[in-house]
């Protein structure tokens, strides 16, 4: 069901890799709600090619843009104000990327050129994107952005290595920039803490199989689902959430705030 909760709202959104994107989802819906877009991703996520896909069926055009590279940014903010027609109002930041994860490095032994490189495209680009857009003042008063993070920034889950640091950092870069670009300009940057979901990046973790279903057990409403989230990303988007701002949203089904469930419990033989 549609409330033309974004009619009339123009958008970026960053990271629509394949249809288990979380990115994809937010396409879709902020489509459905009556939103302009441009998609954006790597040149090399481009080469796929499951984003024409998306592009057609969302009426978007597609920007490719690195999101570690600050002139391909100002490319992106430039270009999309042309082909949308005005100033942006909503941002999706939906990327992630760790080297030491992808190639099963332990965190005390962590690469960090690996290291590093993670967190210029998962944090760094974020800061980067917000200076980009305003200095272009590309995003209209009340814009909302919205990058997406994982509960690994609070409390730690060993598989996820030096994703956990670059998440917390990514968080605090979306507190400092929303002081800022919120006193200045009334833009409001939020990160939403999600469920694990079974995406490319997400599936990328060793373990994360078993992961899921303990999150899952864990959790009173069960894991969140991409089109869940992307949902939630929709209302932080949309003018109803007018005054949120610099805040991590968890998104995880009461996940984060249930020490232990009974199911756990009984899988255990505790109960
Ligand atoms: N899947 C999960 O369990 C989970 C849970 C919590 C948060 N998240 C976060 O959600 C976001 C989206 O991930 P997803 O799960 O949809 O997986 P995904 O693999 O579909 O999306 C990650 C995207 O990042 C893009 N990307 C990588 N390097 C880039 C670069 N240099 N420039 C621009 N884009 C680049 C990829 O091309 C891809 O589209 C990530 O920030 C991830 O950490 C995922």
Redesign the pocket.
């Known amino acids: 069901m549609s409330y033309n909760l974004l009619k009339g709202k123009r958008g970026i959104i ?5 249809e ?4 994809w989802k937010v396409a879709e819906k902020a489509h459905e709600e009556g939103a302009t877009f441009v998609l954006t ?2 040149p090399i ?1 481009m080469r796929m090619g499951e984003i024409k896909e998306l592009a057609e069926k969302t009426n978007s055009e597609i920007i490719p ?4 590279n600050v002139e391909e940014l100002t490319a992106l903010f430039t270009k999309s104000q042309e082909i949308l027609g005005g100033k942006i109002d909503f941002v999706l930041h ?4 760790s080297v030491n994860i992808r190639k099963n490095i332990p965190y005390t032994e962590s690469n960090y050129e690996y290291f590093m490189k993670g967190i210029d ?2 944090a760094m ?1 974020l800061h980067k994107m917000l200076a980009v857009a305003k200095k272009l003042d590309a995003i209209n008063e009340w814009g909302s952005v919205v990058a ?3 509960a690994a920034a609070q409390r730690t889950y060993p598989f996820y290595t030096d ?1 956990a640091d670059i998440k917390a950092m990514l968080e605090s870069i979306a507190r400092s920039f929303g002081y800022h670009y919120g006193l200045e300009k009334k833009v409001r940057i939020n990160t939403v ?5 079974k ?4 599936t990328g973790i060793k373990g994360f199989g078993d992961f899921y279903d303990y999150a899952d057990a864990i959790a009173p409403l069960g894991n969140a689902s ?1 089109e869940d989230c992307a949902n939630y990303c929709i209302t932080l988007f949309s003018d109803l959430t007018k005054m949120v701002t610099m805040q991590n949203l968890f998104h995880d089904g009461g996940y984060s705030t249930t020490g232990v469930s009974m199911g756990v419990m009984q899988k255990l033989g505790i109960q």
């Open positions: 960053t990271g629509a890799l394949d288990n994107s979380i990115a991703n790597a996520a843009a690195d999101a570690t939906s990327i992630g990327m495209v998962s680009s997406l993070t994982y994703m803490s999600q469920s694990p979901t995406t490319t990046a997400g991409a």
